[in-house]
């Protein structure tokens, strides 16, 4: 991780991190957010220090699924029937669990 954490914002960004992965989607038409920054400035702690190290990961990249594209994945389950809607929020879950995971350290 680039960007330096006290302990206390460690913290603050676990709880922003576990609040985005309650309110991220599941499945298609859940009625809940499908990306994590759209969620994240509404979630308690240092969210912003959080988006901060989410846009630095994705690089030039607008989201996960424009990473996952730049990379070759085929993330636009409209396109390509082995990539569905479910398989990029799990995708999304996933790197929720390692930021999570990272931050807890």
Wanted: glycine share 8%.
């Amino acid at each position: 991780m680039t960007t330096t954490f006290t302990q206390t914002e460690r913290h603050e960004a676990v709880q922003a991190l576990l609040y985005v992965k309650g309110e991220l989607s599941r499945e298609f038409g859940d009625g809940k957010p499908a990306n994590i920054c759209h969620i994240l400035p509404g979630s308690p702690g240092a969210y912003k220090r959080v988006l901060a190290v989410i846009r630095e990961r994705l690089g030039t990249s607008e989201t996960l699924a424009d990473w996952l594209v730049a990379r070759g994945f085929q993330a636009r389950g409209f396109h390509d029937p082995h990539w569905t809607y479910r398989m990029l929020q799990d995708a999304r879950h996933r790197w929720l669990d390692s930021l999570i995971a990272e931050f807890s350290e």
